[in-house]
Each structure stands twice: as C-alpha cells, then as structure tokens.
Antibody, heavy 119, light 107 residues
Framework: QVQLVQSGAEMKKPGASVKVSCKAS????????FSWVRQAPGQGLEWLGW????????HYAQKFQGRVTMTTDTSTSTVYMEVRSLTSDDTAIYYC????????????WGQGTLVTVSS | DIQMTQFPSSLSASVGDRVTITCRAS??????LGWYQQKPGKAPKRLIY???TLQSGVPSRFSGSGSGTEFTLTISSLQPEDFATYYC?????????FGQGTKVEIK
C-alpha cells in the first residue's frame, strides 16, 4: 500500500534552515510528483510548491520563491524540502502529498512534520 | 493565480442534519477539484476527487457536485465522526490553491 513517511519534528532558531524529508513506498516513485503543503497553528492549508520525481522540474509558490528548495533522491524514493531564513511565521506542520498531472492528485499525504521556529 | 472562495467558514449542525459547503473558483477549473476532511492533529484525507467522485472507502453520505467555477460538498446526514474541518483544493493549475476551510461543529 502507498505510504509517505516524513521525518521527525524540528526546532530551529530564527535565521536557520530546515530540511524535511518524505519517504515513499508501495508504488513506482517516478510515476508521481509531490507537493508540499503547510499549516500554521490554527490556520488553513497553504501550498508551497511541487516537484517532479521524473525530471526534477519544480513549481514554487511566489511567496516562497528563493527561500524554498525541493529535491528528490530516486535511489531512496525520498523527496526533500528545505526552507531557509526561518522566522517565527514559518512555525507550522509541513505535509508532503502526491501530486501529478493528468490524474487526481493529493490522494496520499505524509503524516506531517512540525517545525517550530523560536529563539 | 486561481482564488478559491469557500463558505461558510464555520457552521453548527446536529447529528442527522444535511450540510452543504460551497467553493467558488475565480476562473474555470473544469472538474479539477477535490474535497478534504481534516481532524485535529491529522493530515487531510481526500473525500471527493474530480469534483464528484467518491473516494474509495468514504461513506456514501458524502457527495460532491459542480464544474467550472461553482462546487459543493454535501453531507446528507451528519454523523458524530464528521465533525471536522473541510477544505476544497483546485489542481487545475499552479499554484495549487485551497479554500479557507469550513469548520463543522456540534450544535
């Protein structure tokens, strides 16, 4: 069965960077891209960007352009998202989700990774 | 960017009530829309895809309709386990955009 397992909670200081991973299993990794979504405490869902696991093409939300980088490692079926120059506004749960063109994406989600930014 | 306007932002309802949530897209998105349920501390769970197709394993009291710019999620008879927050999501184009969410609370 499809599983997306994310890395554990992180606590960072303002100005630091964080890299969250999402390991996929149960299907052919390169058949599906991934989106990353975050949810600040008590807030709604916010899309950060997408990466193709086939050719590493990316689309980033304009708000995060230049501060977020998504990468993949096909040898381990893992996608990564790095956020730099963290502020307290980046405190949120970060989710990965399968996202692909020509189908019905966001069918499977990771369990979420809490990133806390505090001095 | 496509804006998704979801309403109401919250509602109070009783077990057995019929509940309707609406999402309006700022431009046509065909049927490239899904509905998601989120409970506290959990990842979103897809209920509906292609605007009106029920996800396998989801109870038939959930239904979706619409195409183009106007979409609805209906719960025909609200059950205790349905109290949660619901989101629509368009995947017609980038950036992907979510509705603001509807919190369904117990009356």
């Amino acid at each position: 069965q499809v599983q997306l397992v994310q890395s554990g909670a992180e606590m960072k200081k303002p100005g630091a960077s964080v890299k969250v991973s999402c390991k996929a299993s149960g299907y052919t990794f390169s058949d599906y891209g991934f989106s990353w979504v975050r949810q600040a405490p008590g807030q709604g869902l916010e899309w950060l960007g997408w990466i193709s696991t086939y050719n590493q093409n990316t689309h980033y939300a304009q708000k995060f352009q230049g501060r977020v980088t998504m990468t993949t490692d096909t040898s381990t079926s893992t996608v990564y998202m790095e956020v730099r120059s963290l502020t307290s506004d980046d405190t949120a749960i970060y989710y990965c989700a399968r996202d692909f063109v020509g189908g019905w994406p966001f069918d499977h989600w990771g369990q979420g990774t809490l990133v806390t930014v505090s001095s | 960017d496509i804006q998704m306007t979801q309403f109401p932002s919250s509602l109070s309802a009783s077990v057995g009530d019929r509940v309707t949530i609406t999402c309006r897209a700022s431009q046509g998105i065909r049927n490239d829309l899904g509905w998601y349920q989120q409970k506290p501390g959990k990842a979103p769970k897809r209920l509906i895809y292609a605007a009106s197709t029920l996800q396998s394993g989801v109870p038939s009291r959930f239904s979706g309709s619409g195409s183009g710019t106007e979409f609805t999620l209906t719960i025909s008879s609200l059950q205790p386990e349905d109290f949660a927050t619901y989101y629509c999501l368009q995947h017609n184009s980038y950036p992907r955009t979510f509705g603001q969410g509807t919190k369904v609370e117990i009356k």
